[in-house]
C-alpha cells in the first residue's frame, strides 16, 4: 500500500508539472496580457513600463521557470495583476465555498443514486427501472446552465421557496448543489443498477438466500457492498470533477467561489490567479483518484493496490 501510494503521488507531482506547463503556455499564446490589463489609450512607452514592473518583459520560458521554482519551494503562484494581492490568497478566500458546493453536490447524487438504482436493478424491466432509465438520459442530455436557470425560474421566482444566488446558510446551497450534481446523478444511478445486477446474479447471493437470511440483509450487506466498489472508484474523479465544474454553476448562481474566481479572473487576464487555480483543480483531481483507489482497497480486501 505504502509503495502504490508512494508511486502515486510522484506521478501526482508530474501530472501537475505538465499541466501548469501547458496552461502556463495557452495562456500566453491567448494575447497580450499588458493590452487587456492597460487602457486602450496607453502609449507604448507605458506598455513598456507596465511590462518591466510584471516581469512580462522577460522570455516566457525563463517567466514559467521563475514561476515553477516559486510555486514549488515557496507555494508561490504570482501575484494578481488586478487585485495586487498573492493569487493563493484569493484562491485561500475562494476554495471553502467551492469544497462545500462540490461536496453538497456529491452528497445529493448518491442520496438520489444509490437507492433509485438498487431498486431500478431489483425490480428490472419493471415500470420504475424504465422510469428511472428515461429519467438518467434525459439527466446527461440537460445543459448543466439551462437546467440551473430553470430551477430558478421555477423555484426561485415563481414559488419563491428557495434564493437563487448567495451564499449565506444551508438553504442557499440547495438550488446551486442539485444543478451540478444533476449531470452525475444518472451516471451513477446505471452505475449501481448494473453492478447490482451482476453481483445479484452471482453464487454466493443464491446462497446467502438459501440459508433463509432476510433480503434486506442479503441486498444491502452481501450485494450492495460488493456492487459498491466502482461507485467508490468512480467517486473520487467525479469530486474533482465537481469542482472544475463550479465554474458554470458559481457563475449561474453566483456562487462567490473558485470557478466564478477563474471566469472573472480569464475575463480581465488576471493570468497569474488562473494558473493557480488550473494547478488547484488538477491536485484535486489527482488527489481524489488516489483516495478512491484507497478507499476501494479498505471496503474490499481482495484489491491488492501494490
Given amino acids: ?117 438498487v431498486v431500478a436493478a431489483i425490480r428490472r424491466y419493471s415500470l420504475w427501472d424504465n422510469l428511472a432509465t428515461f429519467t438518467a438520459l434525459v439527466g446527461q442530455a440537460l445543459p448543466l446552465y439551462w437546467f440551473g436557470i430553470m430551477l430558478i425560474i421555477i423555484f426561485g421566482v415563481w414559488l419563491g421557496w428557495l434564493p437563487i444566488s448567495g451564499s449565506d446558510s444551508l438553504v442557499h446551497l440547495i438550488l446551486p448543489a442539485v444543478t451540478l450534481g444533476s449531470w452525475i446523478v444518472p451516471i451513477n444511478m446505471r452505475l449501481v443498477r448494473s453492478g447490482m445486477l451482476e453481483v445479484l446474479s452471482q453464487d454466493y447471493i443464491r446462497t446467502a438466500r438459501a440459508k433463509g437470511l432476510v433480503e434486506r440483509k442479503v441486498l444491502y450487506k452481501h450485494a450492495f457492498k460488493n456492487a459498491a466498489i466502482p461507485l467508490v472508484t468512480v467517486m473520487g474523479m467525479q469530486f474533482g470533477l465537481l469542482l472544475g465544474g463550479a465554474v458554470v454553476t458559481e457563475t449561474v448562481f453566483a456562487w462567490p467561489g473558485m470557478g466564478r474566481l477563474a471566469v472573472d479572473s480569464i475575463r480581465m487576464g488576471d493570468y497569474p490567479v488562473v494558473q493557480a487555480i488550473v494547478v488547484i483543480f488538477a491536485m484535486c483531481v489527482v488527489l481524489g483518484n488516489l483516495a478512491a483507489d484507497i478507499l476501494a482497497a479498505l471496503i474490499d480486501p481482495r484489491i491488492r493496490l501494490d
Fill in 1 to 117: 500500500m505504502k509503495t502504490y501510494i508512494i508511486k502515486r503521488l510522484i506521478q501526482a507531482v508530474g501530472i501537475c508539472l505538465v499541466i501548469s506547463m501547458i496552461s502556463f503556455f495557452l495562456l500566453f499564446l491567448n494575447t497580450d496580457p499588458a493590452l487587456l490589463l492597460l487602457p486602450p489609450e496607453a502609449e507604448v512607452e507605458d506598455i513598456e513600463v507596465f511590462k518591466k514592473q510584471t516581469g512580462l518583459d522577460r522570455p516566457v520560458i525563463v517567466q514559467y521557470l521563475d514561476f515553477l521554482r516559486k510555486a514549488v519551494l515557496e507555494g508561490d503562484f504570482g501575484e494578481s495583476f488586478v487585485a495586487k494581492v498573492p493569487a493563493m490568497r484569493l484562491i485561500a478566500e475562494r476554495f471553502p465555498a467551492t469544497l462545500k458546493l462540490a461536496l453538497a453536490a456529491l452528497i445529493f447524487v448518491n442520496v438520489v443514486a444509490v437507492p433509485v438504482g
